[in-house]
């Protein structure tokens, strides 16, 4: 099969590898289509300490089930169209054993520490398996994944009826976030971006205001809950200083591990601001398949771009540019789009 390897940081090549036999408890998929997002960045730069090189990245990934490895596969079927969770929590640590997987002290990750879906084929665990509906393409089930992470950013969050959000960053997640936030009952979601294109499609996507300075809004009092999908100090610091008395902050977006952030501790004890953090999957990835298949998310509109494997280098200029919204990989794609 044909490969994207990372052989060291800042080196990458498509080559020719062996397929993937499945073992006990696994099965093989055929992908169809694979999400580029920022741990990718993270990993062809060598800044996602996880990593081992090489490697085939790739974690937000649909595709067909053509092999089964026999015992520990009930329930999958070669044929099925599957959203595959990347997760490989090992099940017996603390934070698993407390129902805290997405925390484990032996974290991995198909596409982050082992062999990932920038490739013909895969080889996972078929409990990570979730079979799409029928009208759903393994172009739209990439979203999955994200779309999971976004839900677990939700599970984090006081939920009330008639709360007004206010959402940094207007990218793939924030306009996730954006979705769902109006699914949830949302009397108002704003939203706020430097980047002109997204604010327009925040307004297309049902934003109630989309602006790319938070001034430009008219809510003295605040908002019960704002969300900084962007991991940049200053958009933290401004978010911070927009919460309402007795809301919620939350730290979405993923900031680089030396960023420091100012708060007022006086603020967040006198207001009884709550700040919480939001990381990757948790119990939370069949609710997104049902989330995407009920039409809660508009697909068509998140993947803007697609590259054959050949042109990945192509596709992470373009992830660099802040063009579009997700990008994909198409393993059998021979043009772009």
């Known amino acids: 099969m044909r490969a994207l390897v990372i052989d060291k940081p800042g080196q990458f090549s ?34 996602f300490p996880p990593t081992p090189y090489p490697i085939v990245p790739g974690h937000e990934f649909a595709g067909e089930v053509v092999a089964l490895g026999g015992e520990g596969t009930d329930g999958v079927r070669v044929g099925d169209m599957v959203a595959v969770d ?21 974290w991995g990750a198909i596409g982050d520490t082992v062999d990932g879906a920038m490739a013909d084929y895969v080889k996972v665990p078929a409990a990570n398996c979730h079979r799409l509906p029928g009208h759903v393409s393994a172009v739209h089930g990439a979203l999955v994944e994200p779309l999971s992470c976004a839900v677990h950013g ?18 793939t997640m924030g306009l996730l976030m954006l979705q769902l936030a109006l699914a949830a009952g949302a009397a108002s979601v704003s939203m706020v971006d430097i980047n002109a294109a997204r604010l327009e499609v925040a307004r297309t996507l049902g934003a109630d205001a989309a602006v790319a300075d938070a001034d430009e809004l008219d809510r003295p009092q605040g908002w019960e809950i704002v969300i900084d999908c962007t991991g940049a100090v200053p958009a933290i610091e401004d978010g911070l200083a927009r919460v309402r008395r007795g809301g919620t902050f939350q730290q979405f977006g993923v900031a680089p591990g030396d960023a420091r952030a100012a708060i007022s501790p006086f603020r967040i004890y006198n207001d009884e601001i709550t700040i919480v ?25 998140m993947i803007t771009h697609h590259f054959p494997l050949t042109e990945f280098a192509e596709a992470l200029e373009t992830f660099r540019s802040g063009a579009g919204r997700k990008i994909q990989i198409r393993p059998s794609s021979r043009e772009r789009a």
């Open 277 to 301: 953090g939001s990381m990757a999957v948790l119990h939370s990835f069949g609710r997104a398949v049902d989330l995407l298949g009920e039409g809660v998310i508009d697909a068509d509109t």
């Open 86 to 106: 990347p997760s490989l929590f090992c099940g017996h640590c603390h934070f698993c054993s407390i129902g805290r997987g997405n925390l484990c002290e032996n």
């Open 154 to 171: 939700f599970d984090v969050l006081p939920r009330q009826l008639g709360s007004h959000y206010l959402i940094y960053g207007a990218g």
């Open 14 to 47: 498509v080559t020719t590898m062996p397929d993937p036999a499945p073992g006990p408890g696994e099965v093989v998929v055929q992908v169809g289509a694979v999400g580029i997002c920022g741990t990718d960045m993270h990993i062809v730069a060598g800044e």
